[in-house]
Structures are given as C-alpha cells and as structure tokens.
C-alpha cells in the first residue's frame, strides 16, 4: 500500500470512512478496521489482503467504477460519486456516497456515510414541491381574481356605454347654457370613468402576465417610432383644450423603424400614460416634450414637462400600486403601476427624474429588437414614480 500510511488508514476509519484499495488485478481490499456501518450490511468481516466481492457488498459501486478508472488514470484528479442508498440486515437505510482518488501509487475509493446530505437534498426537494403547489394556487386565485374583474368591468361597461350615447347626443341638442355645461360635466366625467375601466383591465392583464414565465411579450416587436408619432397625435387635441403645447420628436415617420421589444398596444398606452400625466400638471402657455434617444442595444423615451414636478413625499413611491398625490389631477394610481410592469416584462425600465430647470422628466428604456446583451430591467437611473 505505497503511499498511504498506517496513520492515514486509521484516521479515516476514526472518521467512519471505508477504505478500499484497487490492486492491480482489478480486485479490491479493505484497509484498516471497516467502519461500524459497514460490518451491519451482512458481509463477512474481510480478511487481511482478501479481495472484497463489491458486486456484493457495495453493488452501486459497480457504476461508479468507470468514473473511478477515470480518475485514478489522471494524476491529481478525482471523483465523487452521487449518494445511494443500501440496507443494513436490521432494517435501516443507510446514505452513502464514494470518492475515488489517488494516494502515491494507491487508487484508493473511500466510502462514506452521509446521512446529512440525503436529507437536505429531500429538503430542498420537497420545498421544490411545495413551492410549485404554493404556485399552482396562486396562479389559480389570479385568475379567479381576474375573471371577477373583468365580469365586474363588463356588467358596468354596458350602461356607461349607454349613457355616454346619451350624452354626446344630448350635447348636439340646442340647451340652455347652464344645461348644456352640465352636459359638459357628465360627458367629461363619464369619459374619465371609461378610461379607468381601462387602466384596471390594462393593470390586471399585465399582472396576469408578468406571474407567467412563458409569456410571449418578450418574441412581441414594436416601431417605437411610429407608436410615439401616433400617440402626440392622439392627444394633441387634449393638449391644445389645455393650452399646452405638445412637441413631437422631430421628422418621426423618417429613417429605419426603431424596432424594440414590446407589445404595439401596450406601449402605446404606457407612452399615453407618461403623456396625458404631463399634460394634466402642466399649467396653460407652455410645453410637454416627447424626446427619443438612441442608446447602443437600447432605445430611450423622455417625457418632459414644466409643471410643478414631483412632490418628494410622493417620489419614492411612485411606481407602485395606488400611489399618487393629493392633487384633485391625480388618477386612480394604477397607470404607472402598470406601465413598470409591462416594460419591466419586456426587459426593459421605467423612472423619473427632476428636470433641473423644473418640472418632471419621465423616461423608459426598452431593448432593441435583436440586440444582444440586454438584460431585465437595466435601467441605470433610479426609478421613482408619479399618479
């Protein structure tokens, strides 16, 4: 046995360890005192230098041998083996597990009983299970939830559609001038309540899809470009009743299209959401800007106002479910909620930032359709959030 020593050997038997030695005509031997463990399996104890029949005593290590031939043919390697399980004569399982190396000139598999490890893999196997039931059910309740929802949206969809025809005949009517401000008040607030139902659908459709790791928005492209331009055009009537003026990003139908990842309906409300904020808090007689940059594998939307800017109470919450101001303006604070998790979905980022000569600016960058590198919500600057 060149190579190891007699102290060796017995400090691995102290350690509850199996020591086997390979001779040269393949057969194994047992060197030291075996450990108590093994004696209980129901093999004679060996004797001195006589070959130990592993097909019968330790039957896996039979297909751990190839691994170990490996590894002893390679100076300074070695190899473990998984751990399996065998049956001592009384009944209890023992948890195993071998080491193939060499010691000088002696292959060597030391065997040893880990009863810690078989367990812990368990654990972690049986949290596994747990957690992916703990998601079946939550993915359950989502959708319960988002049945509920829409059910609700539904059943009051149908008479606030009824009552806006009401109200946009009513107002062709020749009235009074009182009741036709009135009429005024009730078509305005009826609009502002079918676009709430919107910013619930939007904001449950785009929770329902961020729990789903299969979602199909990240193989989604859309023209940035083309959905900016269409967006300052839809609400640039809402920007001159306001007397703000509304700036598009210059010459946006020229050039190639900006291609990125993210859904064309979806991106367009996010955009109209940034916009119509900067709209409700910018006072008559100055400007909301809408800026594109091109950055390398991103590209980056600025909305830009000369408001009064973000309240700092309000700043580090904004983003999240809910949170807006205390201003009369503020809507249902569910419009960035869901715009940071569509764009985070599509790998991208959302935030805000205080323009230094005052007012807000609110930015997104969303990944190049194609481009390689990006990453999940890479945004570099700190996120805060607005409504």
Same mark, same amino acid.
Do not use: M, N, T, Y
């Given at each position: 046995m060149a190579g190891v020593t007699a102290v060796d050997v017995s400090l691995l038997a102290a350690?509850?360890?199996?020591?086997? #030695?390979?001779?040269?005509?393949?057969?194994?031997?047992?060197?030291?005192?075996?450990?108590?463990?093994?004696?209980?399996?129901?093999?004679?104890?060996?004797?001195? #230098?006589?070959?130990?029949?592993?097909?019968?005593?330790?039957?896996?290590?039979?297909?751990?041998?190839? @691994?170990? @031939?490996?590894?002893w043919s390679t100076e300074g390697r070695s190899a473990q083996s998984d751990c399996w399980t065998q049956m001592t004569e009384d009944g209890e399982a023992l948890h195993l597990e071998a080491t193939a190396l060499c010691v000088g000139s002696s292959r060597l598999l030391v065997v040893t009983r880990n009863d810690a490890l078989l367990h812990e893999r368990r654990r972690?196997?049986?949290?596994?299970? #747990?957690?992916?039931?703990?998601? @079946?059910?939550?993915?359950?309740?989502?959708?319960?939830?988002?049945?509920?929802?829409?059910?609700?949206?539904?059943?009051?969809s149908g008479p606030l559609n009824s009552l806006l025809g009401a109200l946009s005949l009513l107002q062709e009517q020749p009235l009074p001038e009182k009741s036709g401000a009135l009429a005024a008040v009730a078509l305005k607030a009826a609009l502002r309540q079918r676009e709430l139902i919107r910013e619930i659908l939007d904001t449950f459709a785009a929770e329902g899809a961020a729990l789903d790791a299969a979602s199909g928005d990240l193989a989604e492209v859309a023209d940035l470009r083309v959905t900016v331009a269409q967006v300052v055009e839809a609400l640039l009537p809402m920007a001159c009743s306001r007397g703000v003026r509304l700036e598009g990003p210059p010459a946006l139908v020229d050039g190639p299209p900006w291609s990125v990842v993210g859904e064309e309906r979806r991106l367009a409300r996010v955009i109209s959401n940034l916009v119509e904020n900067a709209l409700r808090f910018t006072a008559a007689r100055t400007s909301v800007r809408v800026l594109l940059h091109d950055e390398p594998g991103w590209a980056r939307v600025a909305v830009e106002d000369e408001g009064p800017g973000v309240s700092p109470s309000i700043a580090p919450h904004l983003f999240q479910k809910f949170a807006h101001g205390r201003d009369p303006g503020a809507g249902s604070g569910l419009g960035l909620y869901g715009a940071r998790i569509a764009v985070e979905r599509w790998g991208g980022a959302i935030g805000h930032e205080p323009r230094p000569e005052g007012g807000a600016r609110f930015w997104l960058r969303l990944r190049r359709a194609g481009a390689a590198g990006g990453t999940r919500g890479a945004g570099t600057e700190g996120q805060t959030q607005r409504e």
């Open positions: 350690l509850d360890k199996l020591v086997l #030695e390979r001779l040269d005509d393949g057969a194994f031997v047992v060197r030291g005192q075996p450990p108590p463990w093994f004696l209980r399996l129901g093999i004679p104890p060996p004797r001195r #230098e006589a070959p130990l029949p592993i097909d019968r005593a330790l039957p896996f290590l039979e297909v751990f041998l190839p @691994e170990a @031939e490996r590894a972690v196997l049986q949290r596994a299970r #747990e957690l992916r039931l703990l998601h @079946e059910a939550l993915s359950r309740e989502v959708e319960r939830k988002d049945v509920l929802v829409h059910c609700i949206v539904h059943d009051l």
